[in-house]
């Protein structure tokens, strides 16, 4: 495995904005053996760093490298854990904050996606603030102000994005992956990997550059965000919006950062991650501990006398490690491209956005994800059938919720490893269609947290 970084000289966004140059961060793992090579596409706020390093699993910050990610059930958005300051995010790995690998439970040597096999490839999106250039990136030279701060440690002037850096979409983070594998000399692509909104990119692939690939698997994911998930992502920024500390984006040369914001975003991403069932069986009603204490927000006066409880615990918990290793703008413009992607864009519909990918599909849900449900991977697959795509929809029985992807290895790994062997004719793949998919009852699917009897 190597950490590397590519600067584009000049990159035009989809937005028909420029910067002058544009660095990404992605490492690779195995050897090129010319038709071998698997692009991953990470979640939301996920990294490169998607399988374990070999002696130490993590990227370094600062001194030691070392790091104190939680790594627990509910980082549906295939982040890992370890603290880093977003403020201090720039174009290098090595201010990155992820401690752990995000899916080192299905690729590495061994592995689903074997290392040893395959050479692997996952690039950190423009946007992030994990080694790729995004809004709390230090601006090149040609795109400073004469007026910028100077740093204050020797280094001259020093000048982030923040809200100037042009609005990225799912469109440009393939245009740039396409990019990091053209500097590797990688043509033709054997499979393009991905989950959640890392699988709508997966299927941005058989859309944009439907010869560049041989399979996609676009697992727990859709072809477009539905309403509710609209809604929610749309709190959610307002909560970092709203923040006196966001400062209109402009907050990385003061003395705070929009963390009471950034905190209460994450929160909303958790209960998208965690179906009701697992939060029920986690949780329960059950008061916190003694030493838990509640310091995470401001409680009301009446609050004193009834407890604090495990659910909100865990919640405060994790926006507490996220503060301290994303950055709020960067959460602003990644939600925005999950927003934005649509498969059908430009197109009359699904079935003809994929109808010049010649490959083969597969579409993995699972069956407690009410973020992106088992009903709209039908939906991507029965317009995969249309388009005349070989496609197999394998639905897991899962009552984890849309962060199954990630905790649940033992039932993801067996399907991805026979489907990048085999195609859709692979063992363990099952198929809707085919009326083979498994041999378990499937739990009732969670359309909505909030749907009515």
Same mark, same amino acid.
């Given at each position: 495995?190597?950490?590397?970084?590519?600067?584009?000289?000049?990159?035009?966004?989809?937005? @028909?904005?420029?910067?002058?140059?544009? +660095?990404?961060?992605?490492?690779?793992?195995?050897?090129?053996?010319?038709?071998?090579?698997?692009?991953?596409?990470?979640?939301?706020?996920?990294?490169?760093?998607?399988? #374990? #390093?070999?002696?130490?699993?993590?990227? #370094?910050?600062?001194?030691?490298?070392?790091?104190?990610?939680?790594?627990?059930?509910?980082?549906?958005?295939?982040?890992?854990?370890?603290?880093?300051?977003?403020?201090? &995010?720039?174009?290098?790995?090595?201010?990155?904050? *992820?401690?752990?690998?995000?899916?080192?439970?299905?690729?590495?040597?061994?592995?689903?996606?074997?290392?040893?096999?395959?050479?692997?490839?996952?690039?950190?999106?423009?946007? &992030?603030?994990?080694?790729?250039?995004?809004?709390?990136?230090?601006?090149?030279?040609?795109?400073?102000?004469?007026?910028?701060?100077?740093?204050?440690?020797?280094?001259?002037?020093?000048?982030?994005?923040?809200?100037?850096?042009?609005?990225?979409?799912?469109?440009?983070?393939?245009?740039?992956?396409?990019?990091?594998?053209?500097?590797?000399?990688?043509?033709? !692509?054997?499979?393009?990997?991905?989950?959640?909104?890392?699988?709508?990119?997966?299927?941005?692939?058989?859309?944009?550059?439907?010869?560049?690939?041989?399979?996609?698997?676009?697992?727990?994911?859709?072809?477009?965000?539905?309403?509710?998930?609209?809604?929610?992502?749309?709190?959610?920024?307002?909560?970092?919006?709203?923040?006196?500390?966001?400062?209109?984006?402009?907050?990385?040369?003061? $003395?705070?950062?929009?963390?009471?914001?950034?905190?209460?975003?994450?929160?909303?991403?958790?209960? *998208?991650?965690?179906?009701?069932?697992?939060?029920?069986?986690?949780?329960?009603?059950?008061?916190?501990?003694?030493?838990?204490?509640?310091?995470?927000?401001?409680?009301?006066?009446?609050?004193?006398?009834?407890?604090?409880?495990?659910?909100?615990?865990?919640?405060?918990?994790?926006?507490?490690?996220?503060?301290?290793?994303?950055?709020?703008?960067?959460?602003?413009? !990644?939600?925005?491209?999950?927003?934005?992607?649509?498969?059908?864009?430009?197109?009359?519909?699904?079935?003809?956005?994929?109808?010049?990918?010649?490959?083969?599909?597969?579409?993995?849900?699972?069956?407690?994800?009410?973020?992106?449900?088992?009903?709209?991977?039908?939906?991507?697959?029965? &317009?995969?059938?249309?388009?005349?795509?070989?496609?197999? =929809? =394998?639905?897991?029985?899962?009552? =984890?919720?849309?962060?199954?992807?990630?905790?649940?290895?033992?039932?993801?790994?067996?399907?991805?490893?026979?489907?990048?062997?085999?195609?859709?004719?692979?063992?363990?793949?099952? $198929?809707?269609?085919? @009326?083979?998919?498994?041999?378990?009852?499937?739990?009732?699917? =969670? +359309?909505? !947290?909030?749907?009515?009897?």
């Amino acid at each position: 495995m190597t950490t590397e970084t590519l600067t584009l000289d000049r990159f035009e966004f989809q937005c @028909g904005e420029a910067v002058p140059e544009l +660095t990404l961060a992605y490492e690779t793992y195995g050897d090129f053996t010319g038709g071998n090579a698997v692009l991953v596409t990470h979640a939301l706020t996920g990294s490169a760093h998607v399988a #374990r #390093r070999r002696g130490r699993d993590g990227w #370094r910050r600062g001194g030691d490298g070392t790091g104190t990610g939680n790594g627990t059930p509910g980082d549906g958005d295939g982040s890992g854990g370890a603290s880093a300051d977003g403020a201090q &995010s720039a174009s290098a790995p090595d201010t990155a904050g *992820q401690a752990r690998a995000w899916w080192g439970d299905v690729v590495g040597p061994g592995k689903a996606i074997d290392t040893t096999e395959y050479f692997v490839v996952c690039v950190n999106v423009p946007g &992030s603030c994990y080694g790729s250039d995004g809004p709390a990136s230090r601006k090149p030279e040609a795109a400073r102000r004469e007026d910028a701060p100077d740093s204050g440690d020797g280094s001259g002037a020093v000048e982030r994005w923040g809200t100037e850096f042009p609005p990225v979409t799912v469109a440009d983070w393939t245009r740039t992956q396409r990019a990091v594998l053209d500097e590797l000399g990688v043509g033709r !692509l054997h499979a393009v990997v991905g989950g959640s909104v890392g699988g709508m990119n997966a299927l941005d692939w058989a859309k944009r550059y439907p010869d560049d690939v041989d399979r996609v698997a676009a697992v727990a994911t859709a072809p477009r965000l539905d309403a509710q998930g609209l809604a929610i992502e749309s709190v959610a920024r307002r909560a970092i919006t709203t923040d006196p500390a966001w400062n209109g984006g402009d907050y990385y040369h003061t $003395d705070e950062t929009p963390d009471d914001g950034l905190a209460l975003a994450r929160q909303l991403g958790h209960l *998208q991650y965690l179906s009701k069932d697992s939060m029920d069986d986690r949780f329960g009603r059950r008061a916190a501990g003694r030493n838990d204490a509640r310091d995470r927000f401001p409680s009301d006066p009446a609050g004193e006398f009834f407890p604090y409880r495990e659910v909100e615990s865990y919640l405060d918990y994790n926006a507490d490690s996220f503060t301290k290793r994303f950055d709020a703008n960067s959460y602003l413009y !990644l939600t925005r491209a999950m927003d934005d992607y649509d498969l059908a864009a430009s197109y009359e519909d699904d079935a003809a956005a994929l109808a010049a990918f010649q490959g083969e599909l597969l579409a993995m849900s699972f069956t407690g994800d009410w973020h992106f449900t088992v009903k709209q991977a039908e939906g991507l697959a029965e &317009s995969a059938r249309a388009a005349e795509v070989p496609v197999a =929809h =394998h639905v897991v029985a899962s009552d =984890h919720g849309h962060d199954a992807f990630l905790v649940e290895p033992e039932h993801v790994g067996p399907p991805l490893r026979d489907f990048l062997a085999d195609g859709v004719d692979g063992r363990a793949v099952t $198929d809707t269609e085919t @009326g083979d998919n498994g041999d378990d009852e499937h739990a009732p699917v =969670h +359309t909505s !947290l909030f749907s009515s009897p």
